[in-house]
T-cell receptor, first 111, second 110 residues
Framework: DAKTTQPPSMDCAEGRAANLPCNHSTISGNEYVYWYRQIHSQGPQYIIHGLKNNETNEMASLIITEDRKSSTLILPHATLRDTAVYYC????????????FGTGTSLTVIP | SQTIHQWPATLVQPVGSPLSLECTVEGTSNPNLYWYRQAAGRGLQLLFYSVGIGQISSEVPQNLSASRPQDRQFILSSKKLLLSDSGFYLCAAGRNQPQHFGDGTRLSIL
């Protein structure tokens, strides 16, 4: 079963930052936080992951709270192509074994 | 970088017919391999995973089976399909890196 809680849906204006929250209050010390997104009828796309420190790549930034019980995925300048379902997953190893996907957050970017 | 190939992209099968979906991986050796199913409007459900040739673990009891005859080949099968087997089937690979997914097979059972 999924170990994370996400809001079912969010809207964001095009060009603005999209901040997607995720609660993982039972996360263990060796579990990473992963973010994926799924555009309709495609396979999930890896976005970013982290353990304790904040992370940034060309797609997004990941902010993890100090107690690691929640995190936020930030898309700095949302575009219409960012409309997708975003999944937050916690997993014990960096190999990503046995991911358990919840229902994610459906993000709609509005023109 | 690794690439996951799945085929066919779409498939329509009658109830009671057999099934074979194939997944092959390029760009990595000895990957962990996974089969997921996604029902319409739902999240992904892990069905099977494999850490090596001939090693298959099943996550949920079901009408399906999986096999890994080669290091980078993962096959999902059924002897007799049920209506409830309809869905979007995704193959993923990952070892020492986050899982990457194929483009999936959309299976419709009539």
């Amino acid at each position: 079963d999924a170990k994370t809680t996400q809001p079912p849906s969010m809207d964001c204006a095009e060009g603005r930052a999209a901040n997607l929250p995720c609660n993982h209050s039972t996360i263990s010390g060796n579990e990473y936080v992963y973010w994926y997104r799924q555009i309709h009828s495609q396979g999930p796309q890896y976005i970013i992951h982290g353990l304790k420190n904040n992370e940034t790549n060309e797609m997004a930034s990941l902010i993890i709270t100090e107690d690691r019980k929640s995190s936020t995925l930030i898309l700095p300048h949302a575009t219409l192509r960012d409309t997708a379902v975003y999944y937050c997953i916690v997993d014990a190893t960096n190999t990503g074994n046995q991911f358990y996907f919840g229902t994610g957050t459906s993000l709609t970017v509005i023109p | 970088s690794q690439t996951i190939h799945q085929w066919p992209a779409t498939l329509v099968q009658p109830v009671g017919s057999p099934l074979s979906l194939e997944c092959t991986v390029e760009g990595t050796s000895n990957p962990n391999l996974y089969w997921y199913r996604q029902a319409a409007g739902r999240g992904l459900q892990l069905l099977f995973y494999s850490v090596g040739i001939g090693q298959i673990s099943s996550e949920v009891p079901q009408n399906l089976s999986a096999s890994r005859p080669q290091d980078r080949q993962f096959i999902l099968s059924s002897k007799k399909l049920l209506l409830s087997d309809s869905g979007f089937y995704l193959c993923a690979a990952g070892r020492n890196q986050p899982q990457h997914f194929g483009d999936g097979t959309r299976l419709s059972i009539l």
